[in-house]
């Protein structure tokens, strides 16, 4: 079973990859040691400060919620949601209304 940290690591690095970002680059947008990064992905215990961990946070654009479990979607989310599901549908019911009988 991952620990904490383990899951931490491995979304922090996910989220970098995402971004195609190096570890030299996220180094250097957060203000964090290239060490520190290396050895947080590579799992090995590594005492990780709250600052730290918010700066990665922060350069990668991660909300809280991305490592520490999931939050109900914001209405903004929803909606968005929403509107696609009905473009879709419009989509299958012009379909269907233009075959021919």
Aim: charged share 30%; no cysteine; proline share 3%.
């Amino acid at each position: 079973m991952k620990t904490t940290t383990e899951q931490i690591a491995e979304k922090l690095r996910m989220k970098r990859l995402q971004h195609g970002m190096t570890v030299e680059k996220l180094s250097e947008i957060a203000d964090v040691s290239v060490g520190t990064i290396s050895t947080l992905e590579r799992k090995i215990k590594v005492n990780l400060s709250i600052t730290t961990l918010l700066k990665l946070m922060n350069a990668l654009s991660i909300e809280p919620y991305e490592l520490f479990g999931s939050a109900d979607p914001s209405i903004d989310e929803l909606l968005e949601d929403n509107r696609a599901l009905e473009e879709k549908l419009q989509n299958i019911a012009d379909i269907i209304n233009s075959k021919p009988e």
